[in-house]
């Protein structure tokens, strides 16, 4: 069966345990803490870690410590890091689940973003045990994080603020935490402000944080394509790719709903305030997509959802490229 991240911690901190359980999933911090619960709370006599390396060469060690009893204790933990390949690991792991012992608890863990559940290894775990995925935390549920986290801290932080620290630093857990860290130490009032986010990540004065976005709504190709080559080489290729991904999305979003807003016939001050609009940040906001449709709107932000899916399922593409091509797009190439 399957088991979400919290299950999996609640059952665990009960001290219920099934026989085996596969962690994966791309939210590698949450994933890591599940296992430092168990490097915590077993004692040394009755661990036994293997790395993706050990896995490969060590299957009959594994195998062999499945099949001890544990010291002065009701379980045994085995902590296998599942290499890419392996079919003789899978076979022998298959068949010792067949009939796993009841004091052993293996703890599969890997990089895979879901599992096959066709996969006889799955399967098997699935009967004995579970399969949890830690998934990559959704825009909306890091938000949510993020206020949760800065209120426990003491601290106060705007939905405004919120959204854009999520779309700076994206949605893994374990850099966000950090800047939280950072930003509940460095704050100097109980309300955490957009320029104490901005100085957090490290903006240099000359580099504006809402550059791009600005650019994008100017449809100033040259600007957007000379920006763009430079942010790109700010970081990971495909981590940056998907950063400036979203900010380009969410400016095309931001002029569908103020251009569908106006044909319906509403008031600028009333858009502004719908779409909180920042009086500087967004100084000629309607001026940029004047003379832009809703068709192309909708066209633009298709666009955008189809490169984020281009990008996350062919993991071969040249992310800083298809980035460049749809900023041509959005442009007017």
């Known amino acids: 069966m399957e088991i979400s991240p919290s299950e999996l911690s609640k059952e665990w901190k ?14 590698a911090f949450s994933k890591q803490a599940a296992l430092s619960f168990i490097k915590k709370n077993a004692d040394s006599f009755n661990l036994r870690e293997f790395s993706k390396t050990a896995a ?15 010291v002065f204790s009701p379980h045994r933990f085995v902590l296998v890091e599942m290499p890419d390949s392996g079919a ?29 559940m066709k996969d006889s ?5 699935s009967r004995q045990g579970a399969v949890c995925v830690f998934a990559k935390l959704k825009e909306n549920e890091a938000i949510s994080q993020v206020v949760k986290l800065v209120k426990k801290n003491g601290k106060e932080i705007s939905s405004e603020v919120c959204e854009f620290l999520v779309r700076e630093v994206g949605t893994d857990w374990g850099l966000l935490s950090q800047e939280i860290e950072k930003l509940c130490l460095s704050a100097e009032g109980i309300e955490i402000s957009l320029k104490e986010v901005s100085l957090s990540l490290g ?3 000359e580099s504006d944080p809402f550059l791009l976005s600005r ?51 509403e008031s600028k001050p009333a858009i502004e305030k719908k779409l909180r609009l920042h009086p500087y940040w967004d100084k000629g906001f309607f001026d940029h997509f004047s003379g832009v449709d809703e068709s192309t709107l909708r066209n633009n932000l ?19 490229m298809e980035i460049e091509l749809l900023a041509e797009e959005l442009c007017g190439n």
């Open 88 to 116: 003789a690991l899978k076979k022998a792991l298959v068949d010792y689940l067949k009939a796993p012992l009841a004091s052993s608890i293996l703890i599969l863990h890997s990089d895979e973003a879901k599992p096959d």
């Open 121 to 125: 290894l799955f399967h098997e775990v």
């Open 203 to 205: 903006y240099r004065k």
């Open 302 to 320: 298709k666009s955008c959802l189809e490169a984020e899916m281009r990008l996350k399922s062919q993991s071969w593409l040249n992310p800083g």
């Open 56 to 70: 490969l060469s060590q299957t009959s060690d594994i195998i062999s410590e499945l099949l001890s009893l544990p």
């Open 14 to 27: 009960s001290g219920a345990y099934r026989p085996v359980y596969y962690l994966c999933g791309e939210e």
């Open 215 to 265: 650019l994008i709504e100017k449809r100033d190709k040259k600007a957007v394509l000379s920006h763009l080559y430079l942010f790109l080489q700010e970081g990971k290729a495909q981590d940056q790719a998907f950063r400036a991904l979203s900010q380009m999305s969410a400016v095309i979003l931001k002029q569908l709903k103020a251009r569908m807003m106006l044909e319906a016939g």
